[in-house]
């Protein structure tokens, strides 16, 4: 189960491994601190910002473009 950063905590012979359930940045033997974990969860979330900030700016263009059209 994922932690609150989204990275899965691995047993492999007393050694815990993180890998994030996101992406496949970290290769299986990669051990983060908590810090580390935090900084490559902001960047997931500022890529997830963009993506929603982009539909929302091509929507309201697709409106304005409609409301011209409409106006005549």
């Not at 994922?2 to 496949?24: N, S, T, W």
């Not at 974990?37 to 263009?61: D, G, I, N, V």
Request: net charge positive; hydrophobic share 30%.
């Amino acid at each position: 189960m994922p932690d609150k950063y989204g990275f899965e905590h691995l047993a492999q012979r007393g050694d815990i491994f993180h890998r994030c359930v996101e992406c496949d940045e970290f290769p299986f033997g990669t051990r983060l601190t908590e810090k580390e974990r935090e900084r490559h969860h902001r960047q997931h979330a500022r890529a997830l910002e963009r993506e929603r900030e982009k539909k929302r700016m091509a929507a309201l263009r697709l409106a304005r473009q409609a409301k011209r059209e409409y106006r005549g």
